[in-house]
């Protein structure tokens, strides 16, 4: 496999979102794949890793699970979540650091294998929170941005202290969400994106049919679906609760 790449550590070059994965460079893909394998393999406390934390712009990220395989998730969205609780989570990109990041407690997730074949799983569990993450991280978006840093000390304090620095964790995370919001919607591009994205998963999820007229597409969508004709159209869904 040779030398494992270096774990990015520059927000700068994490903070965008990558592209999607073109399955048809199967050479390019292999490669890719083994890359971030490589990295798992020769450190044995990491449990998942994204392509565009060793450099690569490609959508796609490997779990290492609690029996020892690595399955390679790509192009991967999330179209259904349930409930929500707190996670203490790691990240490879940031060092040194813990934090404490909202998450769902189930989610459905549609992706596609190496063989190109579609996929649609539950994940709940420490699986759920890491395929969590690394969705976010596929989108530009770091733990430390919508997570609350644990300092020292945090496990010394009260249970009243730490109650109070979460709720003000969880307000100053509902604010951000609603200028975000705002941000996309006065945003021409990131309101492109947005809607491209939604359109998307939508196709994934069945409640847009690629084969229907779409006059009011917009540049972004029309990309996308000729994207997803290619690669979702006539292929089958296998469902698996495990």
């Not at 979460?166 to 021409?188: C, G, V």
């Not at 229907?212 to 006539?234: G, M």
């Amino acid at each position: 496999m040779g030398r494992p790449r270096k774990i990015i550590i520059d927000k700068t070059k994490l903070n965008v979102r990558a592209d999607e994965t073109i399955l048809e460079d199967e050479e390019k893909l292999t490669k890719d794949i083994e890359a971030i394998k490589n990295v798992l393999y020769n450190n044995k406390e990491l449990v998942s890793l994204s392509a565009p934390q060793i450099g690569i712009n490609s959508r796609m990220f490997c779990i290492k699970f609690a029996n020892g395989d690595i399955r390679t998730f790509i192009n991967p969205m999330i179209i259904h979540t349930e409930g929500g609780h707190l996670s203490r989570e790691t990240c490879a990109s940031i060092p040194d650091k813990e934090f404490i990041v909202v998450r769902s407690n189930k989610i459905e997730a549609t992706y596609q294998t190496p063989m190109g074949v579609v996929e649609t799983n539950m994940f709940e569990g420490a699986p759920c929170e890491v395929f969590q993450q690394m969705v976010h991280l596929l989108d530009g978006v770091l733990i430390d941005d919508i997570g609350l840093e644990l300092i020292e000390g945090w496990d010394e304090s009260t249970d009243s202290e730490r109650e109070e620095v979460i709720n003000m964790y969880l307000d100053s995370l509902k604010s951000r969400s609603e200028e975000l919001h705002n941000e996309i919607s006065s945003t021409p591009a990131l309101k492109e994106l947005d809607d491209a994205i939604e359109f998307m998963t939508g196709v994934a999820t069945g409640k847009v049919k690629l084969e229907d007229e779409e006059p009011k597409l917009n540049r972004a969508q029309r990309r996308l679906r000729d994207k997803l004709e290619r690669k979702f159209n006539k292929r089958k869904v296998v469902k698996n609760g495990n």
